[in-house]
């Protein structure tokens, strides 16, 4: 069946003349005036992911495990109403896409895109399949049942391991195969570029050793280390991984042979249709590196990025899982992973909603809370769950209270996430957000000192910190003498760097984005602003003309 029509995926897409063809349940589409493909921009040692031609943020969510299913996205869509996520991350099932050898079923992809569009979302399809936690579950039955062909890996003692070995050639080739195939498909149904990025396997590595010692990871182990890491880890020639990279070079092997090998499954869908590819990383205690063995060793962590930008160029990025609820080892792991050669995304995460802040403030593109429906499936452990839901007791009218806490943040930015990403990547936007024991902060801007105090305040008191942190700001420079003001549980004031001087407010407008333009609903005095400019819980959004006086 044949048929034309338009499809809008809401504002500020475009609406587009789409031809279609339905088949075998299958959707597939041409468009007459398809946006460009989602890309990653660098500019001036800055980032941004750039979606119909202009930066974009991802305000996003990650759904549980097991719900990508078209029988429970009816409990997708709503929590990401009710989070005002922009975007989600969804998983696609290798075992589902191909039943049986070679014949590939992207029904299911088909109607995550669909139900997608018509819930004005974009898509961050996570491809489980050879890796899904240093485990092999996604892999198809068919292969799980041939163990010789789609070898696990193999420990020290000979002990078989539930890991896939980085050098099952005939896994990788059924996976770049089976990539291929599913980019192959978003390219012909997805003209609309509802989906900006894909995630290759997830969370790879193995926990329960540091390397494959099969046969032929033992040959691999005793050749020359490559010469592409030698240059990534400022290595001379001619010793062994062990000689050269000490207890640390099993794992730097094993990292090698993971990236080469989800390189090469990149490569494949790359080559078929270019979207911004990632690979995911659970971390390894970044304050206090683990000894070998205790992590998802051989995955993308802050120990071997450079292996991983060698081993595997078709990757745009690797990207830290940050589940870290020690504020500093939070901030660290954002630090990590944004590099010159890197941008910053957050794939999954938990902990206080305030590390919305933190990331923002280290020019994250996306942002994503993991375990984000309403499956009741919900299994983020307690250690890494928000405390902080109630203090926000006005969001907590969804069903399930997890997701509440991140709703303040979430509403206050997702109006102006373009503006946000735009003026990120320009340079003009910084973010904090409270550390333990820390009450003020303050931020430079030019001629502007920018304080931040924590704290919930009377007019003229002195700050003294919330009674834990839970406190955020968010600062952009509009003009020489203008800011976007933001923030939960802080005060924020400016002061002129040059001696003497003070400032005096002209103008400070309460407002909010509408399709990029800044709509005032109010401008405080008095009280509101005499003592400084207050933020609580209530999100707020301040437009604050000064000068000097
Ligand atoms: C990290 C993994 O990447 C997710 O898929 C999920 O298993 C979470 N852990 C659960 O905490």
Known sequence: ??????????KPWRTLLVASVLCSGALVAAAADAPPIPRLVQQDGRYALFVDNAPYLMLAAQVNNSSGWPGVLSKVWPAMADLHANTVLIPVYWDQVERKEGEFDFSVVDALITGARSHQLHLVLLWFATWKNGNQHYMPAWMKQDPVRYPRLIDAHGETVDSPSPFGAATLAADMKAFAAFMGHLKAVDAQRTVLMVQVENESGTWECPRDYSPEAQKRFAEPVPTAVLKAMNKPAGGSWTELFGPEGEVFFHAWAVASFIGQVA???KA???LPLYANAAQRDIMKPSSPGNYGNGGPTDNVIPIWKAAAPALDMVCPDNYNTDTAAYIKALQVYRREDNALFIPETG????FLFFALGTQAIGFSPFGMDYTKDYVVPEGVRPKDDLLHPWALTGTHKFLAPWIAGYR????????IARWNFEGKLQAVAEEPGQVTQTLSFGAWD????YGVWARYARPAGNPQPIGSALVVQLGENQFLVTGFYSRIDFKPVEPGKHRQFLRVEEGAYENGEFKVVREL???QTDGGLDFIAEPLVLRVTISAY
């Open 267 to 269: 490569a494949a869908g």
């Open 412 to 419: 206050v930015i997702n109006p102006m996430a373009r503006e």
């Open 351 to 354: 902990g206080s909603p305030r």
């Open 450 to 453: 920018v304080s931040v105090s």
């Open 1 to 10: 069946m044949i048929s034309s029509f338009i499809v809008s995926i809401g």
């Open 272 to 274: 078929v249709y270019p």
């Open 525 to 527: 005095n008095g009280d």
